[in-house]
Nanobody
């Protein structure tokens, strides 16, 4: 049973910083892409940042220069360092991972339960 568990969310004032962590556990053969997504109230879930197993990174335009994604392949973790936070960054942040549980299984996408980030003005 694969699980992704996020941590590090909370309430912060505008201009502040937070660091989100996501740990993957269970029977995992290999992890490919990992990423962070967010969903604000009344809006669709959107991509925030993604990172491949080789370290190639993509950011949403709205967070470029303020957020930094990183990963530790040995620990099966992905992180999101968020700085200069704005009220519009408020939402539930989800991590995801494309992974295979065995050598013969296809890649599947797994999601965490989400962690709330609230930025007050």
């Amino acid at each position: 049973q694969v699980q992704l568990v996020e941590s590090g969310g909370g309430l912060v004032q505008a201009g502040g910083s937070l660091r989100l962590s996501c740990a993957a556990s269970g029977i995992i053969f290999v992890i490919n892409d990992m990423g962070w997504y967010r969903q604000a109230p009344g809006k669709q879930r959107e991509s925030v940042a993604t990172i491949t197993s080789g370290g190639r990174i993509n950011y949403a335009d709205s967070v470029e220069g303020r957020f930094t994604i990183s990963r530790d392949n040995a620990k099966k973790m992905v992180y999101l360092q968020m700085s200069s936070l704005k009220p519009e960054d408020t939402g539930v942040y989800y991590c995801n991972a494309d992974l295979r549980v065995t050598q013969i299984e296809p890649y599947r996408t797994y999601w965490g339960q989400g962690t709330q980030v609230t930025v007050s003005s």
